[in-house]
């Protein structure tokens, strides 16, 4: 594993931006796996910047996301389609078609799992993966455990989780409890891995998923076993690494 210290948040996501950019020009064909949360925001940002700039061109990309709610529509503003949608599909020249989110819609939980499952095998795989880290260690939505799931299931989102993604809603009633989200398994199939993390707050977690032992308490700490891994962390965060 490498690990990039930058100097702060807009340091870090410069750096990831750096990374995928490479990776879109290298194979402008490429299957990018991307991530929600408040960490990505920035790297977006810095994609969309470049886009405008004309030094990058997405039209041949295809993207897979990591995960998405369970119940939420695209339209529904808390929604990870409507985030992807809003904070970079929208401003880039990347085919909606080409872009997949699990469906939080479809009433049979088996199913939505199958199809996503089958869209990954279809394309092939993912050649670049982005990756934020939950406070307890989570990748996607794969909650701590006593397993690491290889494929798409639907996952029971921990209080812990549901709390620190209550900031999003108007209320804590409206945090689903549910998720779909893609296995361990197919986030390790992933050629290259960019795990980014910034801001105090993630300092502990960091810290015990890729120093501690690799334990489906701690799911990220699988990441370990992964041959091309990139942290691309701020001071903030990696204090003390
Ligand atoms: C969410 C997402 C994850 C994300 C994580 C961290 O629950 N499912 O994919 O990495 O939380 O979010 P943040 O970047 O806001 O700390």
């Known amino acids: 594993m490498r690990v990039y210290c930058a100097k702060d948040y807009n340091h870090a996501s410069r750096v990831a931006a750096n990374i995928i950019s490479a990776q879109v020009i290298m194979k402008p064909d490429c299957v990018l796996g991307l991530a929600t949360g408040s960490t990505p925001i920035g790297t977006y940002e810095e994609l969309i910047r470049r886009y405008e700039q004309g030094d990058l061109d997405f039209s041949k990309v295809h993207s897979i996301n990591l995960d998405e709610y369970r119940g939420l529509s695209p339209e529904n503003d808390q929604s990870y389609r409507y985030?992807?949608?809003?904070?970079?599909?929208?401003?880039?020249?990347?085919?909606?078609?080409?872009?997949?989110?699990?469906d939080g819609l479809e009433p049979d939980k088996d199913k939505a799992c199958r199809d996503y499952e089958e869209i990954i095998k279809v394309h092939g795989g993912v050649d670049l993966q982005i990756l934020g880290l939950g406070h307890n260690g989570h990748i996607g939505f794969n909650e701590p455990g006593s397993t690491f799931e290889k494929e798409t299931h639907c996952v029971t989102l921990s209080d812990t989780t549901r709390e620190a993604n209550a900031r999003f809603f108007n209320s804590m009633d409206e945090v689903p409890t549910e998720a779909y989200t893609m296995g361990i398994g197919s986030i390790m199939q992933?050629?290259?891995?960019?795990?980014?993390?910034?801001?105090?707050?993630?300092?502990?977690?960091?810290?015990?998923?890729?120093?501690?032992?690799?334990?489906?308490?701690?799911q990220a700490s699988v990441l370990q076993l992964h041959s091309d891994v990139i942290l691309v962390g701020d001071e903030a965060a990696l204090a003390g690494f």
Not at 92 to 101: A, L, P
Not at 190 to 218: M, S
């Open 190 to 218: 992933a050629k290259k891995i960019v795990v980014i993390v910034t801001g105090e707050g993630k300092r502990e977690i960091v810290k015990k998923a890729f120093q501690g032992p690799i334990t489906p308490e701690v």
């Open 83 to 102: 985030f992807m949608n809003t904070h970079l599909f929208d401003s880039i020249n990347i085919d909606k078609k080409n872009t997949y989110v699990p």
